[in-house]
Nanobody, 120 residues
């Protein structure tokens, strides 16, 4: 069994910064890709950023240059540094982790979600 625990959300003014964290624990053989998604009220969940086990990253165009995804493999943790936040980025942010449970067995896990509210 694998658990993901997210932290770091909250209320921030436009132009402000937040850092999200997501720590995975449990029966983990190794972790492949890790990513952050967000879902605003009335909208579909969208991929914000992802990082491979080798450290390659990709971002949705709207956050390029402002958000940075990183990971600490020793801690099975993924981070999302968000700068210059905009009100339209208010959403619940979810981490997603592709876990290898044992050789040949992979499973996808989601965090519980953390609210990010950008408002003055």
């Amino acid at each position: 069994h694998v658990q993901l625990v997210e932290s770091g959300g909250g209320l921030v003014q436009p132009g402000g910064s937040l850092r999200l964290s997501c720590a995975a624990s449990g029966s983990i053989f190794s972790i492949n890709a890790m990513g952050w998604y967000r879902q605003a009220p009335g909208k579909q969940r969208e991929l914000v950023a992802a990082i491979t086990s080798g450290g390659s990253t990709n971002y949705v165009d709207s956050v390029k240059g402002r958000f940075t995804i990183s990971r600490d493999n020793a801690k099975n943790t993924v981070y999302l540094q968000m700068n210059s936040l905009k009100p339209e980025e208010t959403a619940v942010y979810y981490c997603n982790v592709d876990v290898r449970l044992r050789v040949g067995v992979r499973e996808d896990y989601w965090g519980q979600g953390t609210q990010v509210t950008v408002s003055s």
